[in-house]
């Protein structure tokens, strides 16, 4: 291992922090006032250097937002005109062309992409913190309430083993863990109970990702070996992605669409 990669390998065994996410985008959120005091307070050869800067910064912005104004706008008199006679009626009109006819198929492609990657449900209400977690204070002090119950259904692998009780922060009830679910697959209009491997995606909040907190449009990998779904190459597939339906912490059970 090279000598200055330590923190890449820390964060590969022991993972972020919980929060690392939001923090990150409020360290971002900070630049643009963290730039504008700095350019109020910097004097000198400094100043001129900052200036120099901001200024190719602010010219580059602007020509990629003509970039995108001229996306769909278009131009007359870029094409050649057609060879042969042209009637007198049509002789004071000019050829009209896209501006950008690269646009149109990078829009394409978005579409296409997003058609492939759409999901049952695209909009799932927020869920607060205050909904997700229920306080609980421990020790003699009534000051010490660092410590979280999650209220809504999560998932633990099968090798999980929570913390000590005096550093464990977020509380799983073992009355809400999830290890099934009910997936159905719409083309072959069957439904099957099949082992959640983990949880991708929690539209909610990253750290509900990490959590593993089951919610209402969170994307989920099942195991989906019993289907007998088999590639083009032949082989068997053993996992795929699922979106969760309903809400499993008032049915008790989850269920999901699988994502074709």
Known sequence: MP??????ESIRKHGRRFDHEERRRKKVAREAHDASLYSQKVRGLKAKLHQNKRRKEKIQMKKTMKEHEERNTTQRGTEAPAPGAVPIYLLDREQESQAKMLSSA????RKE???KFSVPLPQVRGVPEDEMFKVIKTGKSKSKSWKRMITKATFVGDGF??????????????????????????????????PIIGVKKNPQNPTYTQLGVLTKGTIIEVNVSELGLVTSGGKVVWGKYAQITNNPEMD???????LT
């Open 113 to 115: 992409k997003a058609a």
């Open 106 to 109: 990078v829009k394409q492609k």
């Open 3 to 8: 000598q200055n990669e330590y923190i890449e």
């Open 252 to 258: 008790g059970c989850v269920n999901g669409l699988l």
């Open 161 to 194: 083993t929570r913390r000590p009780v005096k550093y464990e922060r977020f509380i799983r009830p073992m009355a809400l863990r999830q290890k099934k679910a009910n997936i159905t697959h719409k083309e072959l209009g069957v439904t099957m109970q099949l």
